[in-house]
């Protein structure tokens, strides 16, 4: 899952940062509404942590900003504000949760997974399956006819968003933004290869295929496999 860090504190932005990404995101961060704005218009996100006082364009006037495009992403603001008038400020902005500075990595982690599941994005079982395919998302692993299939972290990633879009094809410049940091330069094919690597543990000894190709288009995974 990708998430975008709004925060001006570049301490702050970094701690954080490390620490969800050591639980397995994909993570974008910056420093100034502006720039954050740029970055929602240009990627698709599972959650945005904004810090509210911001350089520019302040984190309320961001939130707005995003809900006004109809926008539904779950945002998480971050504040040092403590008054009942500026949290109830901010939910009717738009937020989904409210957390004040300072706080802890393993709450704020544990907020995220809360608003991702409202979303209706996670699974409360923790689950996720098409056809033969069961995804544990705990664990990371992929089983299939009651065998557990090791993934890397980012065949991970590719495997559990082809999941939550089942039956959506998505192109491969989608799953690359998604899966990948805004800033990333690498190669071009890079989904092709990694599609290839996740076939070959999780097809390749089946006469039914799980994730198929759109020729011209991209991937995607159907409950009814080939």
């Not at 979303?119 to 065998?147: E, F, H, M, Q, Y």
């Not at 998604?178 to 999780?202: A, P």
């Amino acid at each position: 899952m990708k998430l975008l860090i709004v925060e001006d504190k570049k301490s702050i932005c970094q701690t954080v940062a490390k620490h969800l990404k050591d639980e397995g995101y994909t993570v974008d961060a910056c420093g100034n509404g502006e720039d954050a704005l740029a970055y929602i218009d240009g990627t698709e996100y599972d959650a945005i942590i904004l810090d509210i006082m911001l350089p520019g364009i302040d984190g309320i006037t961001v939130l707005k900003t995003i809900r006004s495009r109809k926008q539904k992403t779950p945002v998480l603001l971050l504040t040092a504000k403590t008054s009942v008038e500026d949290r109830v400020n901010g939910l009717d902005s738009g937020a989904d949760d409210y957390l004040t500075k300072p706080f802890s990595l393993e709450e704020l982690s544990a907020r995220i997974r809360v608003m991702i599941r409202r979303s209706g994005i996670g699974r409360v079982d923790n689950t996720l399956s098409a056809g033969p395919l069961l995804l544990d998302t705990n664990k990371k692993t992929a089983i299939r006819d009651s065998n557990e299939i090791p993934l890397t972290a980012k065949e991970y990633a590719i495997l559990e968003y082809l999941l939550h879009n089942k039956g959506i094809v998505l192109s491969r410049d989608k799953i690359m933004h998604h899966i990948w940091n805004y800033d990333y330069e690498g190669s071009s094919n890079i989904i092709d290869v990694y599609i290839r690597t996740l076939r070959k543990k999780i097809d390749a000894d089946y006469d039914q295929k799980v994730i198929q190709t759109v020729r011209g288009i991209g991937y995607v995974i159907k409950d009814e496999v080939l």
